[in-house]
């Protein structure tokens, strides 16, 4: 028989049960669909990730202390990291555009009868390129304002609007710990950076936020809480965190290379995607395991039809079909299964990114080899779950065969 022939009869075959075959082709259609959803999902993810960190600026390093070092420097004489770091940093390490050293400290904010409990950024002109932030309205902070200690303050675009609602703030006087402090500027908005609001920002000079915000002074200098570095390109980003690690290292005379912090934005991104990579391999793994459901519901739906056209299959070895006709058919008639239910559930799967992203705001992002690796799968797997059940029909006896018809 022509292979048309047997793809004629597989046809009819399966469209003569439509529940039987659509209940068969169930496990594949969910497979088929978890493969394109759950890949999706992963490979937004990973591009979501990555353009999070690209918010954080290019060729972006942060250096800063590990917790345990900075209880210690509270407690003991150990030295906390230092505004002089940051300088000596700058003047030493080649192939740096920007340097910004930053002081953390949690104040209340107040303009009127409105009340923020927020935290402030005390740094210098440089906060703006190292972190790429652009300004929206009026100017950054500048030298002259961290030489004077001036009380002068740049904010986000959530803070202005917590505040000012559709006011200007420019000029406007706010209040932080009780001092006055004149709205210089106001940055563009941002939006989220894993969770972290990025558009909630209040920045003041650095050598205001030491004196009047937070009083306390360590023996050694003002301290910072951490110190971002912009890197002049990324080839210079390796090499950079190589050199302030080892600066650092003498500076603060400790042994212990765990006590200093220092991440670049690729160094951050690589564990990001590892870990997206990770979920991603777990989510894929979850999918083939459905579709490995689905090859035993094909088989063993497979193996009932054999019982039930027991007498079929007498009747055509009896008209001239040989043992490689029936196997022909009854593993098309499985393909066709398999084949069938990936298309179907590609068309589910989608249905199922599109809806995650319009009406959950899901990071998805559509991945065709997944599609086609879920296509090959599915064929195979009803290729070989078509197999043993086919192998049973054409070893029929076509005598024992028709006693049953």
């Known amino acids: ?142 030298k002259i304002d961290v030489q004077r200690n001036r009380r002068v303050v740049v904010l986000g675009t959530e803070i202005v609007e917590r505040l000012f609602k559709s006011k200007n703030p420019i000029g406007k006087q706010i209040r932080i710990k009780n001092t006055t402090f004149e709205v210089v500027g106001t940055l563009a908005q941002k939006g989220a950076l894993f969770d972290s609001n990025q558009d909630n920002k209040v920045i003041v000079p650095i050598t205001t936020a030491q004196h009047q915000l937070r009083g306390s002074n360590s023996p050694y200098g003002i301290s910072l809480s951490t110190i971002s570095l912009l890197a002049k390109d990324k080839e210079s980003v390796d090499n950079i965190e190589f050199q302030v690690k080892n600066l650092m290292l003498l500076r603060h005379g400790s042994n212990r290379e765990q006590d200093i912090k ?66 022909r058919q009854f593993i098309l008639e499985a393909i066709l299964l398999g084949c069938c239910g990936s298309l179907i559930g590609i068309g589910v799967g989608f249905g199922g990114v599109i809806i995650a992203d319009v009406f959950f705001s899901l990071a998805t992002s559509i991945s065709i080899p997944s599609i086609f690796i879920s296509v090959t799968v599915s064929s195979g797997i009803g290729l070989f779950s078509g197999v043993l059940p086919a192998q049973q029909a054409a070893k029929l006896d076509p005598i024992i065969a028709l006693k049953n018809y």
């Open 1 to 142: 028989m022509k292979l048309a022939d047997h793809f004629q009869m597989a046809t009819f075959a399966l469209l003569s049960h439509k529940l039987r075959s659509s209940l068969t082709m169930l496990g594949i259609v969910i497979g088929n669909a978890s493969v394109i959803g759950m890949v999706a999902v992963g490979e937004g993810a990973r591009k979501a990730t990555a353009e999070q960190f690209e918010a954080l600026g290019p060729n972006v390093l942060f250096l800063s202390l590990s917790a345990s070092r900075r209880r210690r420097a509270v407690s003991s004489d150990a030295k906390p990291l230092l505004l002089e770091d940051a300088e000596v940093i700058d003047k030493l390490i080649p192939n740096l555009t920007n340097i910004a050293p930053e002081i953390h400290v949690k104040q209340l904010i107040t303009y009127q009868d409105k009340i923020l409990d927020n935290s402030i950024v005390g740094t210098t002109s440089d906060y703006l390129p190292v972190r790429n932030y652009e300004l929206e309205k009026g100017r950054f902070i500048n």
């Open 262 to 327: 220092i991440f670049s934005q690729n160094s951050l991104l690589n564990m990001a995607e590892k870990t997206n990579a990770e979920l991603k391999q777990m989510l894929g793994a979850i999918a083939i395991i459905s579709l490995l459901v689905g090859g035993i519901g094909v088989m063993n739906i497979m193996l009932v039809s054999v019982k039930e056209r027991t007498g079929e299959i007498g009747l055509r070895k009896a008209l001239g079909a040989t043992q490689k006709d029936i196997l």
